[in-house]
T-cell receptor
Framework: DTAVSQTPKYLVTQMGNDKSIKCEQN?????MYWYKQDSKKFLKIMFS???????INETVPNRFSPKSPDKAHLNLHINSLELGDSAVYFC?????????????FGPGTRLTVL | GQQLNQSPQSMFIQEGEDVSMNCTSS?????WLWYKQDPGEGPVLLIA?????ELTSNGRLTAQFGITRKDSFLNISASIPSDVGIYFC??????????FGAGTRLTVKP
């Protein structure tokens, strides 16, 4: 009964490949996020979706394309992977419309680009 | 974007000692949150603060929302080895956007 789940947990791939990371939340939240955590552990927001609509799109290369098929899922597709994309990617969810501003995080996906 | 300054960057303490860390910002936030991240895991919420001046405890943890709404601190009393991890402050200034501090890496020596 994991609240926010991500797959895969580890992803090792070659430069230039295309890969996807999936996220699902069973909390009934209407807002989901993707964060990137670099090697110095700095957490930076990438995208925010509210009810399947893009709300926040930080300065992220357009090789990154989030997709939200429904409000419980927010997947992240990355094209033409580069070495600098290596990081841990976290999905999170919250329900700000109900006053639940706390974001609940998934376990992370460690992406290594060789 | 909004910037948070979190300090200290790292702390090395003996078991049983108290710990204090804080975050400051040049901008006003509506909510302050404190998270802990264990190795290989996602951040886990410790305390949420919603009102200026609010002081909230969660076991040995105490956090306060600064009166100016531009700062917050987290105290841990009587630290134990399992307190080891990275602590992040986070400030929210609109419904969907939250910014994180750079983290405080805590090491507790038995």
């Amino acid at each position: 009964d994991t609240a926010v789940s991500q797959t895969p947990k580890y992803l090792v791939t070659q430069m230039g490949n295309d890969k996807s990371i999936k996220c699902e939340q069973n909390l009934g939240h209407d807002t989901m996020y993707w964060y990137k955590q670099d090697s110095k552990k700095f957490l930076k927001i990438m995208f925010s979706y509210n009810n399947k609509e893009l709300i926040i799109n930080e300065t992220v290369p357009n090789r990154f394309s989030p997709k939200s098929p429904d409000k419980a899922h927010l997947n992240l597709h990355i094209n033409s992977l580069e070495l600098g994309d290596s990081a841990v990617y976290f999905c999170a969810s919250s329900q700000p419309s109900a006053g639940i501003n706390e974001q609940f995080f998934g376990p992370g996906t460690r992406l290594t680009v060789l | 974007g909004q910037q948070l300054n979190q300090s200290p960057q790292s702390m090395f303490i003996q078991e049983g000692e108290d710990v204090s860390m804080n975050c400051t910002s040049s901008s006003i936030f509506n909510t302050w949150l404190w998270y802990k991240q264990d190795p290989g895991e996602g951040p886990v919420l410790l305390i949420a603060l919603y009102k200026a001046g609010e002081l909230t405890s969660n076991g040995r943890l105490t956090a306060q929302f600064g009166i100016t709404r531009k700062d917050s601190f987290l105290n841990i009393s009587a630290s134990i080895p399992s307190d080891v991890g990275i602590y992040f402050c986070a400030g929210r200034y609109n419904n969907n956007d939250m910014r994180f501090g750079a983290g405080t890496r805590l090491t507790v020596k038995p």
